[in-house]
C-alpha cells in the first residue's frame, strides 16, 4: 500500500477546506432565507406568531422547572440519608 505524499494530503486538504467553504456558504444562505420567510410569517400573522412564541416559551419554562425540581427532590434526599 503507497503512502501519501505531502502533496497529495496537501491537496486533499484544499479540496475539503473548499468543501468546507461551499457548504458553509449554503447553509449561510438556507438560514437567511428561512429568516426572510420567518420575518415574513410574523408581519402578515403576527397573533399567530404570538401565539405560537407563548406556547415554545410555556414549554421552556415548564421543562426548566421540571429540571429544578428534580434537583430539589435529590438533594433533599441526600440531606436525609
Given at each position: 500500500m503507497k503512502k501519501n505524499s505531502t502533496e497529495d494530503i496537501q491537496k486533499q486538504l484544499l479540496k475539503a477546506r473548499d468543501q468546507l467553504k461551499n457548504e458553509f456558504v449554503k447553509a449561510r444562505t438556507q438560514l437567511q432565507k428561512t429568516e426572510n420567510d420567518l420575518e415574513n410569517y410574523i408581519k402578515k400573522n403576527p397573533k399567530k406568531a404570538a401565539a405560537?412564541?407563548?406556547?415554545?416559551?410555556?414549554?421552556?419554562?415548564?421543562?426548566?422547572?421540571?429540571?429544578?425540581?428534580?434537583r430539589k427532590k435529590r438533594k433533599h434526599k441526600i440531606k436525609k440519608n
Open positions: 405560537i412564541a407563548a406556547g415554545i416559551g410555556a414549554v421552556i419554562a415548564t421543562g426548566i422547572n421540571a429540571v429544578i425540581s428534580r
